[in-house]
């Protein structure tokens, strides 16, 4: 905090006056003690940012650092956010107290803790809770919600954030996270529950003892995995000679201490044809998450273990699912005798084509068949669908624009989804569930390799067929982390600068297009023609186009406090894709540097 006022309206008083009513009534011993002691020590900045604001509730739910305060994850944030959700479903649901909540909770330190919170909270309104009995992943809860007919679901999960954190979603009755307008009214509810006064509980053995809390396992998990196995045979039956024709296929997978060891090897044993080893260390759930620096697939970090074990194995393919079993990242072996990753936009796109192909070939292609991508995915999924005469839409980051997506397809039938994917290594292929599933993710990557193998030799070998088809497609990420207020602040001046000033030029190539997905404006800078972006909701997301062959995304996290860049670069079909590569990384690294050079960012 910068003066007695602080930049967001707080200031010293204002904090320690928060501060202190969590020294009071209400709060257990541990955690008055863990707050007193803030009070008392000499570092202003940690109780400024635990108590300057209240964890915000957005519009998917919250997540943040485990710790007392007001802007920390615990069971009082947790309680306040469950009584918020609670009023809105009793005054938007008649049924809500008997079709009851859905909650599940991944390996991560204090996720049950959580779970049972909400569970009590929800007991306590009235309204009935099914709660699984142990950690499962997220997809099970979206599948979960609509099979027992749920009013909502919960899940406490911060998906593949650092330990430290964890997380708090809220799902529809229609298994998928809500979106808008829902999302903004529970939003509301939440923000006028007094986190002292209005949050009613009852005892957690209580509600069991009564009936209102129900522990679930067995059914519901046997009623998924048949649904999965159903989609394996349906998409191997297009692809089943090359598959044939493919040795047993050798496999590693590392849940990275996560709740995918809980499913996952159970459907790719029911797919066939494998060989399968876990990493043994990293199979035993634990959210300290000890053998690896970060839980998050999309970094070559988290597989490094598991690619040593696979170099021991002589395995065909490496995966990793993140702490909730949401994500999934991959290696597959390369000429050299190790192992080379896959991006989440490569694995999207193979994943996207050997689908289409076999539909295409089994005559198992829905009517009016559509694949979903995202504003910030690579864009080389636009040729693939059009080959197959298969619609391609691209939504909002967050799979919950998918799953509202596949929602309005089947009440207006005006579309049948077949896949979706994002470039953060999510992915979806069937309706069952509503959200990016690790374990379809599984099934789809062994597959994969089994048609891979048979049809072009390996993984590295179709990903060239396909460049050598559509053109080379190369996507990169980079985000930055600026904590804290100022932190904050900065990535708000980024955008806002950005807005009032775009770059007309970068590294010395004229800028063709802005696309501003929170003024939900589109302008063509050749002719000065601007024309509104339809069809999706309001977000703090600016594009910028060079021609057709740069495409670059600029966008504030939602969950963490960072800003993300995506650069997408392409170049047309027939260029020898050594030369065309050394010319795109080229490209990008003069762009960035520039833009990054212009957000005041290193």
Not at 92 to 114: E, K, L, M, P, Q
Not at 303 to 321: C, H, N, P, Q
Not at 554 to 576: C, D, V
Request: charged letters at 25%; hydrophobic letters at 35%; proline letters at 4%.
């Amino acid at each position: 905090m910068n003066d007695e006022t602080g930049e967001t309206g707080g200031g010293k008083k204002a904090v320690l006056e928060k501060a202190r009513l969590w020294t009071g009534e209400g709060f257990d011993q541990q955690t008055k003690e863990e707050v007193r002691r803030l009070i008392e020590g000499a570092d202003e900045t940690e109780l400024g940012d635990r108590f300057y604001k209240d964890l915000e509730f957005g519009t998917g739910g919250m997540r943040g650092i485990m710790a007392a305060g007001t802007n920390r994850m615990n069971i009082y944030t947790v309680g306040r956010a469950t009584q918020g959700l609670s009023d809105y479903l009793l005054l938007h649901y008649s049924d809500a107290r008997t079709r009851g909540v859905c909650i599940a909770h991944d390996s991560r330190n204090n996720s049950r803790r959580f779970a049972e919170e909400a569970s009590r909270v929800l007991a306590a309104n009235g309204i009935k809770v099914y709660l699984f009995r142990e950690l499962r992943p997220t997809p099970l809860l979206s599948f979960s919600v609509r099979h027992l007919g749920c009013v909502s679901g919960i899940v406490i999960t911060a998906s593949h954030n650092p330990k430290e954190y964890n997380g708090y979603k809220v799902y529809s009755p229609f298994g998928y996270q809500v979106v808008p307008p829902e999302d903004s009214r529970i939003v509301e509810s939440v923000n006028r529950v007094d986190i002292i006064r209005d949050v009613k509980r009852i005892e957690f053995s209580k509600g069991i003892s009564d009936g209102i809390i129900e522990e679930i396992d067995g059914e519901v998990e046997k009623a998924y995995l048949e649904r999965v196995k159903a989609f394996t045979e349906r998409v191997k039956k297009g692809i089943a000679d090359e598959i044939g024709t493919a040795k047993k296929v050798s496999v590693v997978y590392t849940p990275l201490h996560g709740t995918g060891i809980t499913l996952v090897p159970k459907a790719l044993e029911a797919a066939g044809n494998v060989r399968l080893f876990t990493e043994p260390a990293q199979s035993e759930p634990d959210g300290n998450f000890p053998t690896t620096v970060s839980p998050n697939p999309e970094e070559h970090e988290a597989l490094k273990r598991a690619i040593r074990y696979a170099s021991e194995k002589r395995a065909d393919l490496v995966f990793a699912t993140d702490p909730d079993c949401d994500r999934l990242g991959a290696a597959v072996p390369d000429k050299n005798g190790g192992y080379v990753l896959v991006t989440g936009n490569q694995l999207g796109v193979l994943f996207a084509d050997m689908i289409l192909t076999s539909y295409s070939r089994s005559g198992l292609m829905p009517p009016d068949p559509v694949v979903i991508s995202t504003i910030v995915s690579t864009e080389l999924i636009k040729p693939i669908a059009a080959e197959y005469g298969v619609r391609e839409i691209d939504v909002l980051t967050g799979f919950k624009f998918f799953g509202s997506k596949m929602h309005e397809f089947e009440e207006k039938k005006t579309g049948s989804f077949v896949y979706g994917f994002e470039e953060s290594y999510g992915y979806l292929a069937d309706t069952f569930v509503r959200d990016k599933d690790g374990v379809i993710a599984a099934v789809l990557a062994l597959l994969l390799v089994q048609y891979a193998v048979g049809r072009f030799g390996g993984v590295t070998e179709y990903l060239h067929a396909i460049f050598e088809k559509y053109g080379l497609y190369l996507d990169f990420q980079r985000s930055f982390y600026l904590k804290g207020v100022e932190g904050a602040a900065k990535i708000q001046r980024i955008m806002a600068g950005l807005r009032k000033d775009p770059p007309l030029k970068i590294g010395g190539e004229e800028v063709t297009a802005i696309k501003d997905y929170k003024l939900q404006v589109s302008k063509d800078l050749s002719s000065g023609r601007e024309e509104p972006i339809t069809g999706m909701p309001e977000s703090n997301v600016l594009q910028l186009h060079i021609g057709g062959a740069v495409k670059i995304s600029i966008r504030p996290s939602g969950t963490e406090p960072k800003i993300k860049f995506y650069f997408g670069l392409s170049a047309p079909a027939g260029t020898n894709e050594q030369a065309a590569k050394k010319m795109l990384e080229k490209r990008y690294k003069t762009v960035s540097d520039e833009l990054f050079d212009r957000c005041g960012l290193e």
